[in-house]
Nanobody
Framework: QLQLVESGGGSAQANGSVTLSCKMSGDRFNIFWMGWFRQALGKEREGVAAISPSGASELYADGVKDRSRISRNKRANTMSLELSSLRPEETATYYC???????????????????WGQGTRVTVSS
Protein backbone atom coordinates (compact mmCIF):
# COMPACT_ATOMS: atom_id res chain seq x y z
CA GLN A 1 0.00 0.00 0.00
CA LEU A 2 1.32 3.36 -0.98
CA GLN A 3 1.83 5.88 1.75
CA LEU A 4 2.61 9.52 1.23
CA VAL A 5 3.64 11.89 3.97
CA GLU A 6 3.93 15.64 3.47
CA SER A 7 6.03 18.00 5.49
CA GLY A 8 7.22 21.57 5.42
CA GLY A 9 4.01 23.43 6.03
CA GLY A 10 3.61 26.18 8.56
CA SER A 11 3.34 29.93 8.66
CA ALA A 12 4.84 32.23 6.08
CA GLN A 13 4.72 35.91 5.28
CA ALA A 14 3.23 37.28 2.11
CA ASN A 15 5.90 37.48 -0.59
CA GLY A 16 7.85 34.86 1.28
CA SER A 17 8.46 31.29 0.23
CA VAL A 18 7.82 27.78 1.40
CA THR A 19 9.23 24.41 0.49
CA LEU A 20 7.01 21.40 0.88
CA SER A 21 8.19 17.82 0.77
CA CYS A 22 6.44 14.54 0.18
CA LYS A 23 7.91 11.14 0.94
CA MET A 24 6.57 7.92 -0.49
CA SER A 25 7.02 4.60 1.23
CA GLY A 26 7.91 1.47 -0.69
CA ASP A 27 9.84 0.94 -3.88
CA ARG A 28 7.49 2.17 -6.60
CA PHE A 29 8.22 5.88 -6.38
CA ASN A 30 9.97 5.95 -9.72
CA ILE A 31 6.98 4.71 -11.71
CA PHE A 32 4.47 7.33 -10.61
CA TRP A 33 3.63 10.81 -11.69
CA MET A 34 3.55 12.91 -8.56
CA GLY A 35 1.34 15.90 -8.00
CA TRP A 36 0.69 18.70 -5.55
CA PHE A 37 -2.79 19.93 -4.79
CA ARG A 38 -4.15 22.45 -2.36
CA GLN A 39 -7.48 23.12 -0.78
CA ALA A 40 -8.44 26.28 1.02
CA LEU A 41 -11.28 26.35 3.48
CA GLY A 42 -14.59 26.42 1.69
CA LYS A 43 -13.01 25.99 -1.73
CA GLU A 44 -12.50 23.15 -4.12
CA ARG A 45 -9.24 21.31 -4.29
CA GLU A 46 -7.00 22.54 -7.09
CA GLY A 47 -3.95 21.14 -8.79
CA VAL A 48 -0.77 23.09 -8.30
CA ALA A 49 1.98 21.14 -10.04
CA ALA A 50 2.93 17.69 -11.25
CA ILE A 51 6.10 15.92 -12.27
CA SER A 52 6.73 12.87 -14.42
CA PRO A 53 8.41 9.71 -13.12
CA SER A 54 11.72 10.65 -14.71
CA GLY A 55 11.46 14.25 -13.61
CA ALA A 56 11.84 15.40 -17.19
CA SER A 57 8.33 16.82 -17.43
CA GLU A 58 7.07 19.45 -15.02
CA LEU A 59 3.56 20.83 -15.12
CA TYR A 60 2.31 23.90 -13.31
CA ALA A 61 -0.98 25.66 -12.77
CA ASP A 62 -1.09 29.03 -14.47
CA GLY A 63 -1.21 30.88 -11.19
CA VAL A 64 2.06 29.48 -9.88
CA LYS A 65 4.22 28.56 -12.86
CA ASP A 66 6.44 31.61 -12.72
CA ARG A 67 7.19 31.30 -9.04
CA SER A 68 7.26 27.63 -8.23
CA ARG A 69 9.37 24.59 -8.88
CA ILE A 70 8.55 20.94 -8.46
CA SER A 71 11.31 18.38 -8.18
CA ARG A 72 11.87 14.80 -7.14
CA ASN A 73 14.69 12.83 -5.60
CA LYS A 74 14.64 9.25 -6.76
CA ARG A 75 17.11 8.02 -4.19
CA ALA A 76 15.20 9.47 -1.28
CA ASN A 77 11.71 8.75 -2.67
CA THR A 78 10.80 12.35 -2.12
CA MET A 79 9.18 15.11 -4.08
CA SER A 80 9.33 18.80 -3.29
CA LEU A 81 7.48 21.95 -4.19
CA GLU A 82 9.10 25.34 -3.79
CA LEU A 83 6.58 28.16 -3.90
CA SER A 84 7.68 31.77 -3.67
CA SER A 85 6.05 35.17 -3.69
CA LEU A 86 3.33 33.72 -1.52
CA ARG A 87 -0.06 35.35 -1.31
CA PRO A 88 -2.51 35.22 1.60
CA GLU A 89 -5.07 33.56 -0.64
CA GLU A 90 -2.69 30.63 -0.99
CA THR A 91 -3.36 29.67 2.59
CA ALA A 92 -4.50 26.09 2.26
CA THR A 93 -3.80 22.49 3.06
CA TYR A 94 -1.36 21.15 0.52
CA TYR A 95 -1.52 17.52 -0.51
CA CYS A 96 0.75 15.31 -2.53
CA UNK A 97 -0.57 12.45 -4.60
CA UNK A 98 0.61 9.69 -6.93
CA UNK A 99 -0.83 8.79 -10.31
CA UNK A 100 0.01 6.48 -13.18
CA UNK A 101 -0.15 9.36 -15.63
CA UNK A 102 -0.95 13.05 -15.72
CA UNK A 103 -1.84 14.39 -19.14
CA UNK A 104 -1.84 18.04 -18.24
CA UNK A 105 -2.85 20.53 -15.60
CA UNK A 106 -6.18 21.31 -17.22
CA UNK A 107 -7.39 17.78 -16.71
CA UNK A 108 -5.64 17.05 -13.47
CA UNK A 109 -8.85 17.33 -11.50
CA UNK A 110 -10.25 14.36 -13.35
CA UNK A 111 -7.08 12.31 -13.16
CA UNK A 112 -7.16 9.26 -10.93
CA UNK A 113 -4.58 9.47 -8.20
CA UNK A 114 -3.88 6.21 -6.46
CA UNK A 115 -2.63 7.59 -3.20
CA TRP A 116 -2.84 10.81 -1.24
CA GLY A 117 -0.99 12.20 1.70
CA GLN A 118 -2.68 13.57 4.77
CA GLY A 119 -1.82 17.14 3.87
CA THR A 120 0.29 19.87 5.34
CA ARG A 121 -1.11 23.24 6.23
CA VAL A 122 0.38 26.46 4.87
CA THR A 123 -0.78 29.75 6.33
CA VAL A 124 0.27 32.93 4.58
CA SER A 125 -0.14 36.14 6.51
CA SER A 126 -0.07 39.65 5.09
Amino acid sequence: QLQLVESGGGSAQANGSVTLSCKMSGDRFNIFWMGWFRQALGKEREGVAAISPSGASELYADGVKDRSRISRNKRANTMSLELSSLRPEETATYYCAAADYVGGMQGIGATHFEAWGQGTRVTVSS
